[in-house]
């Protein structure tokens, strides 16, 4: 397999891991810019662990820094959040949305949810 790079093959540690073990049993070789990884040796896997867990890491990081600006951007009131269903922003307020089959629609499914959540009594 070849990659610009490697560790961005899987979006967690744990599919990573299952990706090096899979290349392992099938004698398969990962490929980046920076070398040959073969998983059936010990320090190549070693190699591959790191690499997943930096990416993890990595990728927590800048959930954490996404978080942050949006936690900002709310305390300023620069927050752009968009509107439920069934309503429609009109400047810096919320109204109903116009189209009349989203008006009905939307009490048809409360009601609907509240009979299908409610606590059947035998």
């Known amino acids: 397999m070849t990659a610009r790079e490697v560790s961005r093959f899987a979006r967690n ?3 990573w891991q ?3 073990e899979m290349c392992r049993v099938v004698d398969t070789v990962l490929v980046d810019q920076e070398t040959v990884y073969a998983p ?3 320090n190549d896997r070693l190699l591959l662990g790191l690499k997943g867990s930096l990416n993890e890491y990595e990728l927590d990081l800048l959930r954490q820094r996404l978080l942050s600006v949006r936690y900002e951007k709310a305390r300023r009131g620069e927050l752009v ?3 439920p269903v069934g309503f429609v ?3 810096d ?3 109903k949305d116009p189209d009349r089959r ?3 629609a939307v009490p048809w499914c409360s009601t609907r949810w509240r009979n299908l959540a409610a606590p059947v009594r035998p």
């Open 93 to 95: 307020r919320l109204e």
């Open 18 to 20: 299952q990706l090096i």
């Open 102 to 104: 989203v008006q009905e």
């Open 89 to 91: 922003k009109v400047g």
């Open 13 to 15: 540690n744990r599919g």
């Open 81 to 83: 959040v968009t509107a």
């Open 40 to 42: 059936r040796q010990g």
